[in-house]
């Protein structure tokens, strides 16, 4: 969350990504750091995945991506 904040305040688009267990901790971390940062947030766990699964995730996540990445922010 520093990291997309610091990004952001110096205009390089950012979208951070995260398991849907952090939807909480990343709207409290950005609420501390007084950013409204663009999350995804995908299915948890990860790590016990394959490959292909993983795959099909990161398929359904990069709409959301590239759309968060190119939009103008109000």
């Known amino acids: 969350m520093h990291d997309s904040a610091d990004l952001e305040r110096r205009g390089v688009p950012t979208v951070f990504i995260a398991t849907e267990p952090f939807v909480d901790g990343a709207e409290a971390q950005a609420r501390a750091l007084g950013v409204e940062p663009i999350g995804v947030f995908v299915p948890h766990p ?8 993983v795959r099909v995730i990161a398929d359904e996540a990069v709409a959301k991506i590239v759309t968060g990445l190119t939009t103008e922010q109000t």
């Open 46 to 53: 990860i790590q016990d995945r394959t490959d292909d699964e």
